[in-house]
């Protein structure tokens, strides 16, 4: 497949296997409750699932998503961005307020890793503890 400029919709995780190449790697922990998902194709070899999470509560936290490709995931220029740290096992780490969004979405965390060959990137909107998504990023597989 040819690269892709801007991530398009897939039918559904089966899609998306086909489209890596390989079963896309999952989080093996329970999430907050999803109201609905969307998979994305990312470019050759790379797609992206994102899970909006139930923030009808306050103080829940509205979204994570998961990059899996071949190649790293495309830089994303986060304003007042905490420097990237290493955080656990080979996880890097970094933070932003994202002060123009609703409260479900901010602070935004990227957590960054590879595991066999592929780049994974954990995107967290919202009110996350880190600890929880260090245990979902060790959980993918």
């Not at 220029?77 to 996880?91: E, Q």
């Not at 935004?108 to 919202?126: C, F, K, M, N, P």
């Amino acid at each position: 497949m040819d690269a892709v400029a801007e991530p398009h919709p897939l039918e559904g995780i089966a899609e998306a296997d086909a489209h890596l190449g390989r079963e896309v790697p999952l989080p093996r922990v329970p999430l907050p409750l999803t109201r609905w998902v969307d998979v994305y194709a990312c470019g050759p070899q790379a797609v992206e699932v994102a899970w909006n999470l139930d923030d009808t509560r306050p103080d829940r936290p509205g979204r994570v998503s998961l990059y899996a490709g071949t190649a790293a995931p495309p830089a994303r220029d986060l304003t007042a961005a905490t420097p990237p740290a290493s955080i656990a096992d080979g996880v890097v780490h970094r933070e932003a307020p994202l002060a123009e969004a609703q409260p479900s979405l901010r602070p935004v965390h990227e957590l960054s890793w590879q595991l066999d060959g592929l780049h994974l990137r954990l995107t967290a909107q919202g009110p996350w503890a880190l600890s929880a998504l260090v245990a979902i990023a060790q959980s993918v597989a």
